[in-house]
């Protein structure tokens, strides 16, 4: 599935808008995109809720009018960033047919998300020990369903004669992995560009899960 | 490469204490463990010296008599963490034959090291962008090894025959990715053995370089 060529960047940015519209009022979203900065920059404990609002353009006590803690505003972005992300893996998933393309069609927006956004992946991925309980429940609950969704593929390409796989659990969770760790390395800043990874990596999932064509 | 049955706790913990025995004198290595723990618990950036020194016993100004700064204390244990990995690694190729065997000790080590000292490969992993930089430099030199090192593997398992790659550099990277991403979700708390992720990591990475027979 090689990718035609696209500009990736004035995509992501305009997905990046998009992805938060929703968030009202307006100085509630700008609070929510100051966070995320904020997060990246000094992880979630490093980061201030003065620092947060400063960088809204808003007073400390301004950030309280939209949000209880500081928490709230990681559970927020990790939620909807979860959520979005699980949206487009379901329906290029459901648009597929056969295991094999259902199996790419993952491959390909996982990685492809998880380097687009790697700043929002990266807050998403490393910040889970900063939620409570209850949000950190959530949240797994949400990223339980990439798991599932991903054993159910390979689960049906092995009935299919599609693939052949020692350990399904393990090998969902290797790719999964192997998506997620995009996040830390890809920059964007290179030559390097998320279709080529997702490309790469397209290649070498059809390989671990046995298409000898690959 | 099956693992024999060991028992990998004892095994991390006896290692991780010969890991800083060299660290003298003895409050000087208190301090750098109580760092790493600090840093994992809360990152770089919402780790206070005063905490660190209090975690290790010690006053706060007891801290600066051994160390310039917080950002010391990471680049000592990002530089011991990386450097000891890197032995290992390099030990276990040296000891291998074929380009296969070469690749399956690399895997196998890195893999291992990985989960077993998951907080400490979390530290060097995740918090590169707080080192300053000529820090950075000097453990960006040792991480270009294990690169380097993959890429002569995969370079002699083609010329040997015993490889069939499209992307050298994209899939050591790759390869390095999955082991690293170990240290994210690994916790050693379940049945789980790191040995079993290695295990079916060398698999995994056989197919991925075109071992038919993985």
Not at 90 to 95: G, H, K, L, T
Not at 167 to 179: C, K, M, V
Not at 180 to 185: F, G, L, Q, S
Request: proline share 3%.
């Amino acid at each position: 599935m090689p990718h035609a060529p696209t500009s990736p960047t004035v995509d992501a940015e305009q997905f990046y808008e998009e992805l938060w519209a929703h968030v009202q009022p307006e100085s509630s979203r700008r609070l929510l995109i100051s966070a995320l900065d904020c997060f990246a920059l000094k992880g979630f404990e490093g980061a201030s809720t003065r620092e947060i609002a400063e960088r809204a353009g808003m007073s400390p006590g301004g950030l309280y009018v939209h949000y209880r803690s500081k928490s709230d505003l990681l559970f927020q972005i990790s939620r909807i960033g979860h959520q979005r992300n699980w949206e487009e893996i379901e329906a290029v998933v459901a648009a597929a047919d056969r295991p094999t393309d259902k199996l790419v069609a993952f491959v390909d927006s996982f990685v492809i998300w998880h380097a687009r956004f790697h700043t929002l992946a990266r807050v998403c991925q490393y910040e889970l020990q900063s939620l409570d309980g209850e949000q950190l429940a959530t949240i797994t609950e949400i990223r339980r369903r990439f798991q599932r969704e991903l054993e159910a593929i390979l689960d049906s390409g092995v009935q299919a004669g599609e693939f052949n796989v020692v350990d399904r659990h393990g090998i969902a969770r290797a790719i999964l992995s192997l998506g997620i760790d995009v996040a830390r390395w890809f920059t964007g800043l290179g030559a390097l560009r998320a279709e080529d990874v997702a490309d790469l990596y397209v290649h070498l999932t059809l390989r671990m899960v046995g298409r000898a064509e690959a």
